[in-house]
């Protein structure tokens, strides 16, 4: 592994003043699942310093609100909300989703911040390749085997797919999320946070925060009555592997009429995919399997698949009716 | 570049007293905080199966590193050193992790269990001997990780159904593929620690 320093501040100011230090050369360390991969693989993106955020104690909680909303601290484990009865009882969808992320003992040990922030899982940049991430002028992943955790709906520079299965899933719930800036403090909804591959302090990364920023904690608003809500994940082995393809659905119902609904398919793009044809298609509609069926072929029409993923935009189809027809049925 | 004229001598001269006539006193109180300075080295103690280890490593090193290279527990496994197996689980205040994908730092202090604690040859956990029986373990490789996750999960829950099983151990990985058997084993084993079933 690559030789490291480790801070260990007590506040958040403190910890921007380490980070602000070193620059781009340091990052913040909470659950490492992600980072250590890097360190060891000793990737151009590996820090030398790392500010361990764990000691700053009041960013690891589940509460409820005023208005019944519930805030989650951004070091809060994925076991914890796996494991949690008020999100259980208020976002089903959001457990759900999280006990469907990576393994049980890898729950244990990674954030919910470190999920959304997670570098992608591009088997070229994690196997050192210098591609657009890793130091190089190349996507491997566009020219080479791109039939797992590629974009099938074009990109930038970099093709791989936002592997985070949180981010869909909190977009549905229409979360915001809270950094911490030298500035100030800043609230960004997830879309924001996570717009694709971009050029931020002179690196390619899927989100937009700096490197003196910290992600603080994740705002979800207090559920609607007649708000219902699935997720739905292919994978390759059925546990542990990232999202082939994902589909969360949020559906504002009346009666059996769809007044509002939000459709965001994980896994396929370099962001979390917001469907607004599928969303426009389904609002005003009686909700029923017949409109399950029917809703796929809306869907997905500006699909750019590269050679060998072309499946991923019938993947995400079909979860798209399966999730429909579970919301029907029940 | 400056020239040193006396001209220029004196307004800087001039604009210094100025400026100490402005901030009097607190010229001289300003002291910059001292830089915090980073961990590279530690030493800690370790309480692996109830007894304090003490070692000492550095900021990079792992925690598998610790409990099999610097202390000697070698029962722990590492395979694939990528949190991509599950071979080199352990306990860390009773919840599984894996430890070459967790810093040593992390665990310094905790209570660690390993194989090692689980049983050994004279005295052989039940889980181990339904193991042996049903042959869980054909190479052997990932047996130590899956054995203390299961023990982490009969721990909180002493009837577990075929399903819970699986998705408790969803994180290990079996090259021999001996999956029905593990599963086998742990479901059976919660029946001996019952006292509803017994080994022969």
């Known amino acids: 592994m690559k030789k490291i320093s480790v801070y260990r501040p007590t506040t958040i100011e403190e910890a921007q003043q380490m980070l602000s230090m070193h620059g781009t050369d340091a990052a913040v360390y909470a659950g490492g699942t992600d980072l250590l991969i890097r360190l060891k693989n000793r990737l151009k993106q590996a820090p030398a310093y790392l500010v361990d955020i764990k000691k700053i104690n009041n960013l690891r909680y589940i509460k409820e609100d005023a208005q019944g909303g519930v805030q989650i601290g951004a070091l809060t484990k994925l076991a914890e909300i796996a494991e949690s009865d008020l999100l259980a009882k208020k976002y089903p969808m959001l457990v759900q989703a999280v006990k469907m992320i990576s393994s049980p003992e890898l729950r244990n040990a990674s954030t919910l911040g470190g999920d959304l922030l997670q570098e992608v899982w591009c088997q070229y940049l994690r196997g050192g390749y210098a591609c657009w991430r890793n130091g190089g002028y190349i996507c491997y992943g566009a020219i080479g085997d791109n039939s797992y955790y590629h974009s099938a709906m074009g990109g930038r520079l970099c093709y791989a797919v936002y592997p985070g299965d949180a981010a869909p899933a909190l977009i549905t719930l229409d979360a915001k999320v809270k950094l911490a800036t030298p500035s100030g403090a800043k609230e960004l909804t997830i879309e924001q946070l996570v717009p694709g591959d971009m050029m931020v302090d002179g690196r390619i990364q899927s989100h937009v925060v700096r490197f003196n920023e910290i992600l603080t904690e994740v705002v979800i608003p207090p559920p609607k009555a007649g708000f219902r809500a699935s997720f739905e994940k292919l994978r390759p082995r059925g546990v542990w592997d990232f999202a082939m393809a994902s589909a969360s659905l949020g559906l504002q119902l009346r009666d059996r009429t769809i007044e509002d609904a939000r459709v965001v398919f994980g896994g396929i793009a370099g962001r979390p995919w917001r469907e607004k044809s599928v969303e426009d298609f389904l609002k005003g509609k009686t909700l029923s399997t017949d409109l399950a069926a029917q809703a796929p072929t809306n869907a997905l029409s500006n699909a750019a698949p590269l050679k060998y993923n072309a499946t991923k935009i019938d993947m995400a189809k079909g979860l798209l009716m399966s999730g429909l027809e579970k919301l029907a049925t029940s | ?200």
Not at chain 2, 45 to 66: D, Q
Not at chain 2, 73 to 88: E, I, P, V
Not at chain 2, 176 to 182: D, L, Q, R, V
């Open chain 2, 1 to 200: 570049m400056m020239r040193y004229s006396r001209r220029n001598f004196l307004k800087a001269a001039g604009a210094g007293i100025t400026l100490t006539a402005i901030e009097g006193e607190s010229l001289f109180a300003a002291v910059a905080p001292p830089l915090p300075t980073p961990i590279t080295k530690e030493r800690a103690t370790f309480i692996i199966n109830g007894k304090p280890l003490v070692a000492e490593y550095e900021a990079r090193t792992t925690l598998w590193e610790v409990i099999a290279v610097k202390l000697g527990l070698t029962g722990t496994t590492r395979s694939c050193n990528r949190a991509s197996c599950g071979a080199c689980s352990v306990l860390i205040d009773g919840t599984p992790f894996y430890s070459c994908h967790t810093l040593a730092m992390e665990a310094a202090g905790k209570k660690i269990f390993t194989i090692e604690g689980l049983g050994d040859e004279k005295n052989l956990h039940p889980l181990q001997k339904v193991g042996y029986l049903y042959m869980a373990a054909d190479c052997g490789f990932c047996t130590a990780g899956w054995s203390v996750t299961a023990k982490a999960l009969l721990d909180k829950n002493l009837n577990p159904s075929a399903d819970e099983v699986k998705s408790a151990l969803a994180g290990h990985i079996c090259r021999c593929a001996a999956y029905s058997a593990i599963v086998r084993t742990v479901v059976d084993t919660a029946a001996v620690l019952r006292g509803e079933a017994e080994i022969i």
